[in-house]
């Protein structure tokens, strides 16, 4: 027998796509269009529920939290195209299944809800995390990449398992070790950063574990190490791929049996901290090649990869306005034409050089809309290039983008500001997206009429 579904979404064309969709597989599926008159039902008889977060009356969020109360084995799957880091960590803790960012296709949405559907009997606890009562470091994005990423960090941030962080430089490494900390149990505790590319080798030793007095010349007085300082926290190891392999040898003991020995010294001391680390290269190549243990890497059970800015470029425009704010630039507009060059970009800085960018072109423009002229040289100078042109090496997440975009156009007969407020988007990302995916080729000529979607 298939499995009964609910959908809860205040668009009445959302509820049809989903409903669409996962007749498909032959699922019974009903839809609401509140989450209050959804209440009002028997959702025991339902297998999984599925909701939109942004409602009217009653929010996702708070019908969450209702259906936890009286049926908290019931499986949840929110929907929204507001997705952020803190959006996530608490539509976990309350409870959530999964997460899943708007626009999304047909197939993304039935591979999400076959996957919660099969492990529903297997899954026996949820996260227990408060962190609406957190400060954290903030990630800036909504889109479905980076909404995966703050799920992988939701789930393992409460969790005592090592992580290693990976990804390109420029990425954030060292704020999701901040999150990572922050969102867990240990967030009263120290959180200890050691830049260990930064520190000679002969004298990293002795600061992670620190040295008895007279150990050395030079040891005039007792040094308690960094590990021992982040007793019942987190020490974060940045760029650990600089660490020796003699030295790689000693971490990979402590973390074994969680035990310091100062240098010189006789004590055995306990310390209970949480080891995060982030790698600068490519780890399994350092391990190839000799400069990287393997029984080290086998110690991090986590592995954390940070997507890239180019995987995420529907975000530029929410990182351009974040930094913005950040930099008291808040009268300043980017031109469609720049924002354009901005987002055609491949950015192999990631977020830093954006940051960058940003701040060298604002220092340097003094006018309140940034034109294509006013970024630097290698993204005007390409503009004839790059203009109007459909990227031939899309990743599978864009073509979904670029399909949905195209269905909802055509369904509302290429009306934009209707497709918009559907898609979850404002009319200036749209025209954006249509430039980029190369759709103002498959408009329909006055008194054509287009194929929409039945």
Known sequence: MKARILIIDDDAVACEFLQEALLRDGYEVISYTSALDALQQDLSRYDLLMSDIRMPGMDGLQFLSQVQIKWPNLPVILMTSYGSLETTMEAISLGAWDYISKPFSPDDCRAIVKKVLEVRELRDRRMDMQP?????PKFIGSSATMVEFYKQIARVADSAASVLIEGESGTGKELTAHSLHNMSSR????????????????LLESELFGYEKGSFTGADHQHVGLMESAQGGTIFLDEIT??????????????QDGEVRRIGGHEVRHVAVRVVAAANKNIDEEVSNGSFRLDLLYRFIVRLHIPSLRDHKEDIPLLIESLLKKFGYTSVRISPE??????????PGNVRELENVLQQTLLLSPFVVVLPENLPDRFWRQKETKEDTVPSDLNPLAEAERDQIRQTLKANSWNQSKTAQILGIDRKTLRLKIRRYGLLDEKPSVGETPNGLK
Not at 242 to 255: H, I, P, V
Not at 338 to 347: F, Q
């Open 242 to 255: 600089e660490m020796s392999t003699a030295l790689q040898g000693k971490l990979l003991r402590f973390m």
């Open 338 to 347: 720049a924002m354009e060059l901005l987002m055609s970009y491949s950015w």
């Open 132 to 136: 609406e009562s957190t400060e954290l």
């Open 187 to 202: 967030r009263d505790k120290p959180f200890v950063v050691v830049h260990c590319g930064a520190i000679p080798d002969n």
